[in-house]
């Protein structure tokens, strides 16, 4: 069975501090892909990125960053100066390579509040 | 740039009600899925649609809850006889068949609430 777990549920961080979100996951796969996306107040779900499990290659794209460590099963995030916007439910997914529907098991959620 | 859209954005049925959420896929995605979100909780998966039947289930998606795909463009979720425990947020996404690693798009949900 899959498994995610984000165990930050909430965290609080003043304009431009930088924070890093957890996402710890199970799978008894080999190959899986892994994904961030962000629930902003209004509601919608937004993809941030994916990752493949044979390529633990780190990402940056602007102020976001990716940590991907197949050794110790973890998939962290961080946001670099963090601005009034990034306040929303980040969400950390799992998905099978190969299965009928490749659905996605999702985390727990991280709220973050970024406050000016 | 191509969005998943889903109607209504919110819904509000009486206990026992049948109801009906839509969701328009992106054009060219071959996989669709619902997925829900009750109030302050994670995303849970319900079920996944190819080639014109169910693919995955979820022990959520009961007898109560079917889905469709009626003319080739919408997704349909139907939920025949609703419960008070039905309230969520509903969510549809879509992806493209190129590719296992292909992101899940989703609409912005139709929020169902039950009396």
């Known amino acids: 069975a899959q498994k995610v777990t984000q165990a930050q549920t909430e965290i609080s961080v003043v304009e431009k501090e930088d924070v890093t979100l957890d996402c710890v996951y199970e799978?008894?796969?080999?190959?899986?892909?892994l994904f961030w996306y962000k629930q902003p107040p209004s509601g919608e779900l937004v993809f941030l990125i994916r990752?493949?499990?044979?390529?633990?290659q780190n990402e940056i794209s602007g102020r976001y960053s990716w940590n991907f460590q197949k050794s110790t099963s973890s998939f962290n995030f961080t946001i670099t100066a963090s601005q009034v916007v990034d306040s929303a439910v980040y969400f950390c997914?799992?998905?099978?390579?190969?299965?009928?529907?490749?659905?996605?098991?999702f985390g727990g959620g991280t709220r973050v509040l970024v406050k000016p | 740039e191509p969005e998943v859209t889903q109607t209504p954005s919110h819904q509000v049925t009486q206990m026992g009600q049948e109801v009906i959420l839509r969701c328009v896929p992106i054009s060219n995605h071959l996989y669709f899925y619902w997925y829900r979100q009750i109030l302050g909780q994670k995303v849970e998966f319900l079920v996944s649609?190819?080639?014109?039947?169910?693919?995955?289930k979820s022990e959520i998606f009961d007898d109560q809850f079917s889905v469709e795909r009626p003319d080739g463009s919408n997704f349909t979720l139907k939920i025949r006889s609703t419960k008070l425990e039905d309230s969520a947020m509903y969510f549809c996404?879509?992806?493209?068949?190129?590719?296992?690693?292909?992101?899940?798009?989703f609409g912005d949900g139709t929020r169902l609430s039950i009396l």
């Open positions: 990752r493949n499990s044979f390529d633990e």
């Open positions: 997914a799992l998905r099978r390579s190969k299965a009928a529907g490749n659905k996605l098991t």
């Open positions: 996404a879509s992806r493209n068949p190129q590719g296992s690693g292909q992101p899940q798009h």
């Open positions: 799978t008894r796969d080999t190959t899986y892909y």
């Open positions: 649609f190819y080639n014109n039947e169910i693919s995955e």
